[in-house]
């Protein structure tokens, strides 16, 4: 049940916002998670998928047949919205065999399925509960089991855990990613939370402006980014302009360092990403990459600090963590300086 782009472009009237050629398949039972900054245009692809909105050039399949023309109740997609969308004057049990009795699903056995739903997500015990006696996190579930009520070809996770609390939604991911995988369900997740993102999908899309940067497993995405547009986004770094001198060896204007050039040329302009936890502090001997300065701003994160390291001539700091600050020097490994085409 694979959902496919195909060269998908959409403007909203009168602007230059919307989509641009975007071309990828969600693989039966995959979850792609879409992350990118405000105006990247992820909303908008799932409102174009669900029907929401329409009005695209190329093409969007599910399981080979042509969205373009199918009203949105004829789509077979379930759909989990940031704010739960439940029926307020529903129980449980009949919130989850909503879309069953819509498709004139007798009432015995939609009972029967919702049943075993709210089973699957860990609410069996609350079937008769009115939905507005559950937590967010409940609620949330209660949305999942919705969802799947209908045996969706795909399902589209809108922000779905945007608006809960901190402290419930590490566990609520895991728990949605669990049942996603129970029920095979081809997935797109669009989140703002990189975090989850990583933590959630087979591979990750990163969007800007309309347009796919790149789309790869949530590990490559964070340590083989295609572009310093992606680097930029995707989790913190220290990215710093320079130039390749020779054959590992790059001239950063305040320090020359030792990294992979792979087939880079003498004078070639590039960007070298440096993550923080690559950062070494006051690493012993003479290792490559040393560069001495000072500490600058701090942040307490429990289990580690997050400083400012002033080396100087940079034009800024290199962003760093560990458990206890430097005296006075970092090093950052040659493997872990990743460099960018300018």
Same mark, same amino acid.
């Given at each position: 049940?694979?959902?496919?782009?195909?060269? %998908?472009?959409?403007?909203?009237?009168?602007?230059?916002?919307?989509?641009?050629?975007?071309s990828?398949?969600?693989?039966?039972?995959?979850?792609?998670?879409?992350?990118?900054?405000?105006?990247?245009?992820?909303?908008?692809? +799932?409102k174009?998928?669900s029907?929401l909105?329409s009005?695209h050039?190329?093409?969007?399949?599910?399981?080979?047949?042509d *969205?373009?023309?199918?009203?949105?109740?004829?789509?077979?997609?379930g759909?989990?919205?940031q704010?739960?969308a439940?029926?307020?004057?529903?129980?449980? +049990?009949?919130?989850?065999?909503?879309? /069953?009795?819509? $498709?004139?699903?007798?009432?015995a056995?939609s009972?029967a399925?919702?049943?075993?739903?709210?089973?699957?997500?860990?609410l069996?015990?609350?079937?008769?509960r009115a939905?507005?006696q %559950?937590?967010?996190?409940?609620q949330?579930?209660v949305?999942?089991?919705?969802?799947l009520?209908?045996?969706?070809?795909?399902?589209?996770?809108?922000?779905? %855990?945007?608006?809960?609390?901190?402290?419930?939604?590490?566990?609520?991911r895991?728990?949605?990613r669990?049942i996603q995988?129970?029920?095979?369900?081809?997935? *797109? *997740?669009?989140?703002? @939370?990189?975090?989850?993102? /990583?933590?959630?999908? @087979?591979r990750?899309?990163?969007?800007?402006?309309?347009?796919l940067l790149?789309?790869?497993?949530?590990?490559?995405?964070?340590?083989?980014?295609?572009?310093?547009?992606?680097a930029?986004?995707?989790?913190?770094?220290?990215i710093?302009?320079?130039?390749?001198?020779?054959?590992? *060896?790059?001239?950063?204007?305040f320090?020359?360092?030792?990294?992979?050039?792979?087939k880079?040329?003498?004078?070639?302009?590039?960007?070298? +990403?440096?993550?923080?936890?690559h950062?070494?502090?006051?690493?012993?001997?003479?290792?490559?990459?040393?560069m001495?300065?000072? !500490?600058g701003?701090?942040?307490y %994160?429990g289990? !580690?600090?997050?400083?400012?390291?002033?080396?100087?001539?940079?034009?800024?700091?290199?962003?760093?963590?560990s $458990?206890? /600050?430097?005296?006075?020097?970092?090093s950052?490994?040659?493997?872990?300086? $990743? /460099?960018?085409?300018?």
């Amino acid at each position: 049940m694979s959902l496919a782009f195909h060269q %998908l472009s959409y403007n909203y009237p009168g602007t230059r916002q919307g989509l641009k050629d975007l071309s990828f398949t969600v693989n039966s039972g995959e979850l792609i998670a879409v992350i990118g900054p405000s105006g990247s245009g992820k909303s908008t692809l +799932l409102k174009l998928v669900s029907g929401l909105t329409s009005g695209h050039s190329g093409h969007i399949t599910l399981h080979g047949q042509d *969205l373009a023309n199918k009203p949105v109740h004829e789509r077979n997609i379930g759909m989990v919205f940031q704010n739960y969308a439940l029926f307020p004057h529903l129980n449980v +049990l009949d919130n989850v065999a909503y879309g /069953l009795r819509l $498709r004139k699903m007798a009432k015995a056995p939609s009972h029967a399925k919702a049943a075993a739903l709210l089973e699957a997500v860990g609410l069996s015990a609350f079937a008769d509960r009115a939905v507005t006696q %559950l937590s967010g996190g409940q609620q949330q579930r209660v949305a999942l089991a919705r969802a799947l009520a209908i045996d969706p070809q795909a399902l589209l996770l809108d922000e779905p %855990l945007a608006a809960l609390d901190a402290s419930i939604r590490g566990h609520l991911r895991d728990q949605i990613r669990e049942i996603q995988k129970r029920f095979n369900a081809t997935t *797109l *997740l669009v989140t703002h @939370d990189q975090e989850e993102a /990583l933590a959630m999908a @087979d591979r990750v899309a990163v969007l800007k402006d309309g347009c796919l940067l790149q789309l790869s497993t949530p590990k490559d995405i964070y340590e083989q980014p295609a572009s310093t547009a992606v680097a930029q986004f995707v989790g913190l770094s220290t990215i710093f302009p320079g130039r390749v001198l020779s054959t590992d *060896l790059i001239d950063l204007g305040f320090a020359r360092l030792v990294a992979p050039t792979h087939k880079r040329v003498p004078g070639q302009s590039i960007h070298a +990403l440096m993550r923080p936890e690559h950062v070494q502090i006051d690493p012993p001997g003479n290792p490559a990459n040393l560069m001495t300065g000072r !500490v600058g701003a701090q942040r307490y %994160l429990g289990a !580690v600090s997050r400083f400012d390291f002033h080396v100087p001539g940079a034009d800024k700091p290199l962003l760093a963590e560990s $458990r206890e /600050l430097p005296r006075h020097a970092v090093s950052v490994a040659p493997e872990h300086i $990743r /460099l960018l085409d300018s």
